[in-house]
Every structure is written in C-alpha cells, then in structure tokens.
C-alpha cells in the first residue's frame, strides 16, 4: 500500500463536566488527507486547499505528528501529506487534532499497524503541542479512536474508550469571530473552589454512568460546567441565549466545544438536533455574525480510511 | 407489622478520587437495631448496648432521623428504637449514618413502605446533620441502597446506584484514637488547583467506567485521591507504611475511609483480602495502637431485616 486517503474528523473535547478529560468525534464535519509514501526520506506537507497553512513540515501538526512516531520507529521513510482542510482552525472544534490524528493515523496503516491507537494519541499529541502549547489529548483521543475519549491520566498517557448511546446527536455551532487562544486560556482561574470541584466530579461521575445505562435524562442532568463555561462563556455572543434556547428545544444540554467559540447540544434524536438546528439558524441569522451550523451523529469508528 | 429488627450496615465514604460523592456498603460490619410500634405518639431511644450515646430522641441521630420521616408524611404514630451499636462512633465507616438508616428503613416498612429508597436517604441525612453539622449523603445513601452510591447532586438529591464487581472485598483498618472532627475538617483547603481538580474528575470517572466493565487493575489506577488524602492522612498513623504494605499485597487500591482515622484497601478476591488483613494486623500489632480490623464483601442490599 502506497497511498492512502483518509477523513479526519472534528471532534469536541472540554465536554461541560470533562473539562480536560472528555471529548467525543464527529461524523459530518471533517477533513480530507491523502498520505503517500515518497523516497525522499522526509515528511512534506506538498498541498493544503480550504485554509491558509503553514507547508513546512516542522511547522505543520500534521508534519510534527508524524515525524513524532517517525522517530519512535526508526524508520527510513518519506511521506507527502495533502489535506482538504474543511475545519477552521480557530473552531473550537479539533482543526488541528484531526490533521494531527489523520496523518499519524493514515502513515501507522501504509507502515503496517506498528503502532496501536493510545500510541497514536502520543504521537498526534505532538501536533497540540505545536498548535496550541499544549499536548492535550482530548481532541486527538476521540479522533483516532472515535466515540467519547476519556483520558485518564497523562502520565502515563491513559485514555479509555466510553459506550455510545444510540441516539445520540451533536449540533455544532460555529460562530466565525475570532478568539485569541491567549484570551481563552488566561481567563480560566488556576484554583477553584473545592465545593466546586465537588459538584463537578459528581457529574461527571454521572455523565459515566448515563453512558452505560443510556440514560439520556440522566446525561443531560449531567452536562453540568461550573468552573470553566461561567467565564469563558463570556467571550461567546448570545451563549446565554442560545443556552436558553437549546433547554427550550428540549435538548440534553449545551456548553462550549473545545476552547469555543464553537458551542455544542446533545441531543436525543435526528428531529430535536434539526429543530434545534433550524432555531439557532433564525436566531443567530439575525444577529450579524456569520456562522457555521451542523447535526452530526456521534463518529464510533474516529480517523476511518475513504 | 408492630415489630421490625434490621442489620444497619457500615460504610465507606470518600472513597478516594470520589472525596464527598463516592461510598460504599459493607457487609461484615453493622449495629442491630429492633424497631416497634408503640401507642405514645412519639419516638423513643429505649436501648442503646455497645455504646454510650443519647437516649433523647432528640439528640439521637436514630430518632431525628425518624421524626424528618413521620413530619414529612404527618403520621401520629410513635416507635421505640433499641439499638444494639456495634460501630463505634468516630471511627470513620459511617456509625451515625448506620443509626440513621436502619431507623428509618424499618419505620417506613412499618408503616407499609410509603417512601422509596432515595426519599429515605433524605431523611437519613438529618441525623448526619445531627451528628457532625453537615448533612452529607455518602454513607447514609450506600447504607440504604447497598452497594456503590454515587451522589450526583444534593439540591436536588440526585443517588446513583452503581454495578458492584464480584470480587471485589473492602479490608478496613480502625485504629481506636480519637480524631476530633473539626481538626479532620479545618485541614482540608477550600480551595484546590483546578490541575488537581482535573486529575481527580479524570480518576472518578475512570473509576466509575471500571465499575461497568468489572476492569480491576482500572479500578486500582483510578483509586487516588491527591486532594485530600495528603493532608488528612497526617492525622492517621502509620498511613504511609499502611498503603506501601497494601501495594505490597497486591490491594488494588488504599484510602482513608470517610473522616478516617479508619483507612480502607479495596481487593481482589478473598485471598488477596485476607492475606493483606494478616499484614496488617502483624505490622500494626507492634505499633502500641489498639484497632480494629475486618474484611468484608461489598453488601449489595443495604439495610436488611433479621
């Protein structure tokens, strides 16, 4: 096998409760790559289409993922890596975890599966690290292995794999206004209060439950942020508003995708996500911001070869 | 029905990364208490063995426990409670909340069942107010509901009963000194870093994932508590030494259980449990300290009649 192509897909992560810890993938928003292997002996980015991005492969995350497991195989060989790039980046929704996990994904299948997918979360973890500073995984977790990603402990990296209720459906609203990375991170308190952190771990602990027992009331219940969304919902316009809306539309519940300014709702069933989809649209229509709207079923399967 | 006699069991709470959400329910330890029906119109405490505590029903968590229930569904009918205490109060498994329980437990089924398991918990919670100034719900709740409770919320009551794994034994260590309350209580910081905060919501939520899939060893890597093991452990002991003997013994996880000074293992299987129990009691058997020591199976059922 000399060539693959592959769909990268966008994926939430900071879900409400899991700050940090929880991230589930998408299915209807993602990226095109094609990987080839070359005889150049070096990886190169050679086409980038939909996005303005660095083609150097040192300064690209996908570049930097894949010469991170490169470097743990010891292997001598080359790869070109093209990507159609659909996920802004900026989203909030996993632009740089989907090329990171697309391509150590696609270049791990054309070397033979030497590597297994928490390995590959390590590797793709690299191309975080570039993007944002930070090696988190949360992102690159549910994208390579699909589902809710939970990521148990970074040292030694530890993700595990959640059940996924059948009915499950994700509406993603992307408003296109831009939010320094700098601004969404310096306005997150580095201690919070134990009661807090209490209410916190407690539901989560739940959100765990209701996924084993398909417990959709008891998921929403759940979805639950008091440390992180009641500041950095600031930097989101409407999101008190939208939140009120997505409750009155019946949905399981609502927070900030990622770092925002994306912002996502669960809920149960391809009717409420359309109609909570159409209500945002006439809603957010008129208020001057141009956006991206999606209903996306949960992705089981993560990075899958097309 | 005029008469009830019930086993009010012990439990754990605080069960490590599940500080203040996460108990359980033990099998081996517990009071007898007989509940009957009398024609005074009031609660009384007509026995107490074992221990020295208040006969005022007023002052006994048994009997406020009760009269929460019979305010709440405005019944003129009185009971006299013996107890038989063979948990001693201030060890750290949850005496108060055994008291509590089995109270209630056997007054509603007295009175032919008219509240369920978590409205009972409720009332329960009024003799933990009683007893230590805080109403919290993570003994009484697995006292009522055997097993694992985990305690989403408190406003409103929100208990999960969680899947209890087949071999899974609890060795509980209780060395008889006295810890006063409000020392166990003024160490803990009120507020916490939200790294640790992470780390601790990434741990309870792998934990409970363990319970749903009978995973041990997840179990045992997600038994930590970095936020308030460090410090109330200073008040324990020889707590150091205790959990090094447990790894030793192969103990999937150590903690302290509720406010201590009792401290728990969580074990596989009988043998591991016992042998770790002989450990214990060699090692701490030339520590000058008297104790108590036990190794029971989770208790599935809660309070149960005799």
Same sequence: chains 1, 2.
């Avoid at 033979?112 to 975080?128: H, I, N, R």
Wanted: aromatic share 6%.
């Amino acid at each position: 096998m000399e060539e693959l192509r592959v769909f990268a897909p966008a994926t939430v992560a900071n879900l409400s409760c899991g700050f940090d810890v929880l991230g589930c993938c998408l299915d209807s928003v993602g990226d095109e790559m094609i990987v080839r292997k070359n005889d150049l002996n070096k990886t190169r980015i050679t086409k980038i289409t939909g996005q303005d991005l660095p083609l150097d492969a040192d300064q690209n995350v996908a570049g930097v993922a894949v010469n991170a497991l490169l470097k743990d195989l010891e292997v001598q060989q080359g790869f070109d890596i093209e990507i159609n790039k659909r996920i802004k980046p900026g989203s909030g929704i996993g632009s740089s975890a989907a090329s990171s996990a697309g391509a150590v994904f696609a270049v791990n299948k054309l070397l033979g599966d030497p590597f297994d997918k928490t390995q590959l979360v390590s590797f793709a973890m690299k191309g975080e690290l570039l993007a944002s500073g930070n090696a988190h995984a949360d992102n690159v977790a549910p994208a390579l292995m699909g589902g809710f990603s939970l990521v148990r402990s970074y040292c030694p990296l530890e993700v595990l794999a959640l059940p996924v209720p059948e009915d499950l459906r994700v509406v993603i609203l992307h408003p296109l206004i831009e939010i320094k990375t700098r601004d969404s991170r310096s306005i997150i308190k580095q201690t919070v209060s134990l009661k807090s952190a209490i209410n916190q771990w407690g539901n989560l602990a739940a959100f765990i439950s209701a996924l084993y027992t398909n417990d959709y009331d008891l998921l929403g219940r759940s979805l639950v942020d008091e440390i992180v969304e009641p500041v950095r919902s600031i930097l989101i316009p409407y999101f008190r508003e939208l939140k009120l809306l997505s409750q009155d539309c019946g949905a399981l519940g609502f927070g900030i995708s990622g770092s925002g300014p994306a912002v996502y709702a669960l809920c149960r069933g391809d009717e409420n996500a359309q109609k909570l989809k159409e209500e945002i649209n006439i809603f957010y229509g008129k208020k001057g911001i141009d956006f991206e709207l999606h209903v996306s079923k949960i992705n089981r399967e993560g990075v899958k070869i097309l």
